[in-house]
């Protein structure tokens, strides 16, 4: 499958800043909550990317609508499936902040959250206090340590293991996972919702477990990750 993305923004790395990294593909209506949620707790160094992973619902043109100086859409075009870790990528490729954020359009960031992302040290990720049901869909990292693990491995291309292997390339890089002291609000919606658009996982569980296999493995080798 050919991926086209239509914006890339400078890599300009700034300190003391966070880039919200959200990607949607039929779910507009959480997206348009998570983000305008998020705008009240965003500082004039923050950014939101935001990626319209070929929405039928147009969610770029709605988010672009927004007209909010932190807010960059980028538009993944002619996927007829959702990759979610391509998705991610797109969005980690192209932020521009010292800090990412890879947050699910399903979730409400509140103050203590944000503040906790901005006390983020080197040599540590951060993830939220509780598991499951909705929780999975947060990480903060370094942008340096995302770049040196070349991001979510695109090989998996669906829900099960689509963040497992990205945390496992943290651990081996020498970084310390820490949860989240706050609680953040995952938003109530159906597992059709999500994987609506999603392949089927038999073969994303396979190749989880042979990359598990492979200790030297390395994300993304020989692919031109993130991008076009």
Known sequence: ???????????????????????C???????????????????????IIFVDYSCPDNSGDVISSMQNEHINVIRVLNCDSWHINHARNCAGVNSSKDIIVMLDCDIILNQNNVDEIRRLEQGYYLRSKLRGKGYDGFVAVFRSDYMAVCGYEEGICCYGHDDKAFYHSLDRLGLKCVRMNSTF????????EKIRFAPKSSLNNAIYRLLRKRHKYRNNVGRNWGRV
């Open 25 to 47: 593909k039929g779910r507009l209506k959480y997206a348009l909550v998570c983000i305008k949620n998020l705008i009240e707790y965003i500082s004039d160094k923050d950014e």
């Open 1 to 23: 499958m050919k991926y086209n993305v239509n914006k890339v923004i400078p890599h300009k790395i700034q300190s003391d800043s966070i880039s919200f990294c959200i990607f």
């Open 185 to 192: 609000n995952p938003m109530n919606n159906t597992m059709g």
